[in-house]
Nanobody, 125 residues
Framework: QVQLVESGGGLVQAGGSLRLSCAAS????????MGWFRQAPGKEREFVAA????????YYTDSVKGRFTISKDNAKNTMYLQMNSLKPEDTAVYYC??????????????????WGQGTQVTVSS
């Protein structure tokens, strides 16, 4: 059973930075993609970024390219999302999850599982 726990959210002014963490336990994730998603009030959950736990390949949604960086620390079983130049439209609850299929990356939330409880990010203008 996989358990994911997000942390690092908070309130920040536009232009500021935050680093989110996703601590994983329960099993290894070798060859799987882990992803960050976000959900703003009244909106559907959307893909933000993903990283392959073995080879480190990364993918980003266009709106965060150049501002967000996804990374991992295999020794700590932890994934990170460094968010710079934050904008009010980045305000959302951020979740981490593991893709259900090995070596496959998609952007559809239904293709991911073992969701964490989420961490709130609020960017004020």
């Amino acid at each position: 059973q996989v358990q994911l726990v997000e942390s690092g959210g908070g309130l920040v002014q536009a232009g500021g930075s935050l680093r989110l963490s996703c601590a994983a336990s329960g099993r290894t994730f070798s060859r799987y993609y882990m992803g960050w998603f976000r959900q703003a009030p009244g909106k559907e959950r959307e893909f933000v970024a993903a990283i392959n736990w073995s080879v480190g390949s990364t993918y980003y949604t266009d709106s965060v390219k150049g501002r967000f960086t996804i990374s991992k620390d295999n020794a700590k079983n932890t994934m990170y999302l460094q968010m710079n130049s934050l904008k009010p439209e980045d305000t959302a609850v951020y979740y981490c999850a593991v893709h259900k299929r090995m070596m496959v990356v998609t952007t559809t939330p239904a293709d991911f599982g073992s969701w964490g409880q989420g961490t709130q990010v609020t960017v004020s203008s």
